[in-house]
Structures are given as C-alpha cells and as structure tokens.
C-alpha cells in the first residue's frame, strides 16, 4: 500500500539526516516507526457490546416464546384484565 504522510519541516530535516547516518531509505524507517509503535500501544478496549455479547439473549424468558408468543400475549393481557361475571342482560322493555 502507498501512503502520503506530512511532516513538518523539522521532523522531515530529523528524518532525512537519521536516513543519511543508518543508511536507510524513509520508507523503511517510517516502517519500522510503525511496527515499533503499534507492537507497543495496547489494543483497545473492547465495548460493552463486546464483552456482554455472549450473554445477550440468554436465559431470559421461556425457550419457545417465539414460536408461543401469541399465547404468551393472551396471557398477559388475561392477567391485566380479568374476566369478571358477565353483565345481567337488562330487561326489553317494548313491544313483543
């Protein structure tokens, strides 16, 4: 892959005469930079996401609710709303 990095004047003069005394192109130096920093610097830290992914979805609830929802649904909504006796009918009044 080629890359294009800016550097400041002074941090290119600094790169350029390091070259000149080891004897080594700027691309292998700023390689080896590379490689030196990333095998040094920690990974980062997982998300929340990531350290509970395993976990998500399980044990929680029934094993078949999916498949049982609609009867699951029924009943919770029986228990929130009881049937009661039913209403006496009221009398007709009018003509038979």
């Known amino acids: ?7 400041d004047e002074p941090l290119e ?5 390091r070259c000149a005394t080891v004897g080594r ?3 292998a130096l700023m ?3 590379l490689q030196a920093y ?3 610097t920690a990974p980062p830290a997982p998300s929340a996401y990531a350290l509970g992914e395993d976990l998500f979805g399980k044990h929680a609830g ?5 498949s049982q929802r609609r009867a699951a649904l ?6 929130k709303h009881p049937a ?13």
């Open 1 to 7: 892959m080629t890359m294009t990095v800016k550097l």
């Open 13 to 17: 003069r600094a790169l350029r005469q």
């Open 25 to 27: 192109s700027a691309s």
């Open 31 to 33: 390689r080896e930079a």
């Open 38 to 40: 990333l095998a040094q």
């Open 62 to 66: 029934a094993a078949d609710l999916s």
């Open 74 to 79: 029924q009943q919770i909504w029986d228990q």
């Open 84 to 96: 009661g006796p039913a209403p006496a009918a009221k009398p007709r009044h009018g003509k038979n």
